[in-house]
């Protein structure tokens, strides 16, 4: 898989983000691309099995019943983005629904280069679909992808995982607006939202919460256990 990688970043930038994260007034947060190396995105593999954690689930039990669907509102030809792809297990349903129709140029964005490698390795051997993996933000690669396209190809852009429920509802708009401005007439954007559920929905997170409290117990005793690194 061909992958256009993010710069290398110095320590020093990575302290000075870090620090005006944690400074700022009001909500503090750090961005999601230092969490994301071979062990976070591992960790996230795993809790999107975790019985509390549905959404993945749920996303590719509806890719897998619409898909057709979805394909047939499509114009064509058409390549696809998929913001955040994760492994990309909830995205074959659209890939072999759409490699049954044309060649296909799947650009999964991720920041985290071991995500894109397990989306290789699980989406790699769909018959007509070529995969070209951006380790970018996701607007930046996303206007990567855009403009390497010619002029009567449309995009399909896929933000599933209702990641839009990460940022606040300010950020959110504006990364929408974002997207749209990046896109053209007859592009198209699938969007997985979670519908709330009051009390159902507090009660999952805090289940959530409290096995996240226990599988980072149980990751510090593995590091605990493992020698220390050659100086």
Known sequence: MLTYTLPTRHVSEFARCVRECLTKEGQKELPSKYLYDEVGSALFETICVLPEYGLTRADSRLLEKYAPEIVD??????????LGSGSGKKTRWILEALSRRQRT????????????AACEKELGQIDLVSIVGYEQPY???LRAVAKRRDEREHLLVLFLGSTIGNFDRAAGEGFLREVREILRPGDERALALERTAGHSTDRRLEKLERLLEEMSERLKSIESRLPPPKS
């Open 139 to 141: 607007l930046e690669g």
């Open 73 to 82: 509102r499509l114009l064509f030809p058409i390549e696809v983005a998929e």
């Open 105 to 116: 140029y799947y650009y999964p964005i991720e920041i985290s280069p071991s995500a894109l």
